[in-house]
């Protein structure tokens, strides 16, 4: 029996690798293990591509969201002869680099700093840059990227440059040569109900009286942009991702794909499923929206069409998992009784119980 692991990280608590072990050392009894990390375009999604192809890693200093210098990474690496460079947004502008997100926070934020990691990246003779957007701290609009990459903002001052923006001018933007790859499952439009700041603002600090004006400054861009390059971001899927970083990108030549599909496909996932008899997969929480993109529901796809069997384990689950039951219907969540959530979060207590459930799924498919 062939068994294969392929766990998403448990956010705050464990890595997919560390998991992947944890699951495969409960398992007991096997001919061969494989231990897979992976991701779905958010954190760790780098660490998951280095882990399987290996290369180098380049720092350099670079502002944050909050323009703070900071040592920031992305990876370098090959696959198939191709040179990449794997981006993570969150390495600069993520979410987690906020003690607290506030209202003054998403006035001051900026993706400028992601931008100086692209152009960076591009001078490293790479044929493709893939950046994944999960987890910006920023709701900018992509602005702050884009006057990195050469475009004038008139009227903007310090901080968020949507606050101030009076118009744009791409006319110095240059479409990317090298293929831009960009990572990320949001499939929001720029600005509206599901738009980049009203559906996703309040988690990162606004006021509704900052987000009515960012809403209504970003429909000014939108315009404007529509008009200098006949790009309509409101009806481009994802532009509103990360903030409206999405469509920042797009402007530039960038190319929209599933998160968890461009991680798969790097780490050669399906071949790995294809030979494999038992899938072990799973994530910090399932819930409904697990069948949106998440590694769980990504892995069992991929395993009920090689007609492989497959588990998933999980630090918390919600009761009833609606459609995801069709396709992932043995959800299981690793805690042994009544626990504090510190407790649920502690690394080597999530480890030991994912090692028990293991093994008491083990005894029940051998």
């Known amino acids: 029996m062939k068994l294969l692991a392929a766990i998403d990280s448990f956010k ?7 998991l992947n072990q944890a699951a495969l050392q409960g398992w007991g009894e096997a001919e061969q293990t494989v231990n897979q990390p992976i991701a779905d375009g958010g954190e760790g999604t780098a660490e998951v591509i280095y882990a399987t192809l290996g290369g180098e890693w380049r720092t350099l200093f670079c502002p944050d969201l909050l323009f703070r210098k900071k040592a920031c990474r992305y990876l370098l690496t090959q696959k198939k002869n191709r040179k990449l460079a794997i981006i993570e947004s969150t ?32 001078n490293q003779q790479v044929d493709e840059v893939i950046v994944t957007l999960g987890g910006s701290g920023c709701s900018d609009g992509g602005l702050g990227l884009l006057q990195s990459l ?3 903002l008139n009227g903007v001052t310090e901080g968020n440059p949507l606050l101030s923006i009076e118009t744009i001018d791409v006319s110095q933007l240059e479409r990317i040569e090298q293929r ?56 481009l899927p994802g532009s509103g991702a990360a903030g409206g970083i999405g469509g920042a990108l797009a402007i530039v030549g960038a190319t929209m794909k599933a998160g968890f599909m461009t991680v798969s496909e790097l780490v050669d996932l399906e071949n790995k499923i294809k030979s494999a008899d038992i899938v072990i997969t799973g994530e910090g929480r399932i819930d409904q929206q697990t069948i949106h993109g998440k590694v769980p529901y990504g ?27 069709t396709i992932l219907p043995s959800v299981f969540s690793i805690q042994t009784g009544p626990t504090s959530l510190d407790k649920a979060l502690d690394h080597q207590e999530t480890l030991e119980n994912v090692r028990i459930l293991s093994q008491a799924i083990s005894g029940l498919l051998q």
């Open 180 to 235: 831009l790859t960009i990572a990320a499952d949001v499939t929001s439009p720029y600005t509206g109900k599901q738009g980049a700041t009203q559906l996703f603002g309040k988690q990162k600090g606004g006021s509704p009286e900052t987000l009515a004006f960012l809403e209504a400054q970003a429909e000014k861009v939108a315009e404007q942009i529509k008009e200098r390059t006949a790009i309509d971001l409101n009806k």
């Open 299 to 325: 892995v069992a796809s991929l395993a009920k069409k090689h007609n492989k069997k497959v588990v998933a384990i999980c630090g918390s689950r919600e009761k009833d998992l609606g459609q995801l039951t």
């Open 150 to 152: 050469g475009a004038k």
């Open 12 to 18: 705050g608590s464990a890595s997919s690798i560390e």
């Open 91 to 122: 390495e600069v502008i993520g979410l987690d680099l906020l003690t607290e997100p506030t209202d003054q926070t998403i006035r001051l934020a900026s993706s400028f700093g992601l931008g100086e990691l692209i152009k960076d990246a591009l």
